[in-house]
Nanobody, 124 residues
């Protein structure tokens, strides 16, 4: 079993920044693909970025390019999403996910483990 727990969401003004955390535990997760997704009310779940735990190879989605950065700290067993220059359109529940292979990486159906999500709200 792999357990994922998100934190770090909150309310921020447009142009501000947040860093989301995903604490991970369980056997075998060091060889997993991990990812961030987001879902706004009434919209489909959207891929943000993925990362391989063991060697930190990054697979960015369109929404992550230029403003968001995914990384992990193996010593802390934590994956992060650094979000800068936030816009109201970034408002959503952000989820971390994990899977042994995650093929294709950009699809939510590829991931077998999910956290509970953390709310990010960006005001105008």
């Amino acid at each position: 079993q792999v357990r994922l727990v998100e934190s770090g969401g909150g309310l921020v003004q447009a142009g501000g920044a947040l860093r989301l955390s995903c604490a991970v535990s369980g056997r075998g997760f060091s060889r997993y693909i991990m990812a961030w997704f987001r879902q706004a009310p009434g919209k489909e779940r959207e891929f943000v970025a993925a990362i391989t735990w063991i060697d930190s190879i990054i697979y960015p989605g369109d929404s992550a390019k230029g403003r968001f950065f995914i990384f992990r700290d193996s010593a802390a067993n934590t994956m992060y999403l650094q979000m800068d220059s936030l816009k109201p359109e970034d408002t959503a529940v952000y989820y971390c996910a994990a899977d042994p292979v995650a093929i294709p990486k950009s699809q939510s159906e590829s991931y077998s483990h999910w956290g509970q999500g953390t709310q990010v709200t960006v005001s105008s």
